[in-house]
């Protein structure tokens, strides 16, 4: 199906969001940090990015706004996902460019139906 990129420090949430998307038949990279996830995106064009935002050295919203401005990768569609749930992060994701925001623990339904309208559109 699609190529996703999967950015977190938690290899536990790798794991986890890996199991989820290679049952529905994606393929998975991964970066562990926000750095990683900016030279991927560049090097490897996934098809969609799913974003942690707490991590070490660029968090979160700073790569997705430095993935969104490139010409190279802008039309990734990232969706963040993480466990901070005020309205001022989601607002914060959507103006660095991020497609979408799900909180953490992300439920597999929702998972995969936000992931199949990106993929569509």
């Known amino acids: 199906m699609a190529?996703?990129?999967v950015v977190d420090d938690s290899p536990t949430q790798v794991h986890s969001l890996t199991k989820i998307l290679q049952k529905y038949g994606h393929e998975v990279l991964v970066a562990e940090?926000?750095?990683l996830a900016v030279d991927r995106a560049v090097s490897e064009l996934p098809d969609l990015i799913l974003m942690d935002v707490v991590m070490p050295g660029l968090n979160g919203f700073q790569a997705t706004r430095q993935i969104?401005?490139?010409t190279v990768t802008q039309h990734i569609p990232i969706i963040m996902l993480s466990s901070k749930d005020q309205d001022t992060?989601?607002?914060w994701a959507q103006r660095q460019g991020a497609s979408d925001y799900i909180i953490k623990p992300a439920a597999e339904a929702e998972l995969i139906s936000k992931i199949k309208s990106l993929l569509l559109s």
């Open 3 to 5: 190529k996703i990129l």
């Open 33 to 35: 940090n926000g750095d």
């Open 68 to 70: 969104t401005k490139n």
């Open 89 to 91: 992060d989601r607002l």
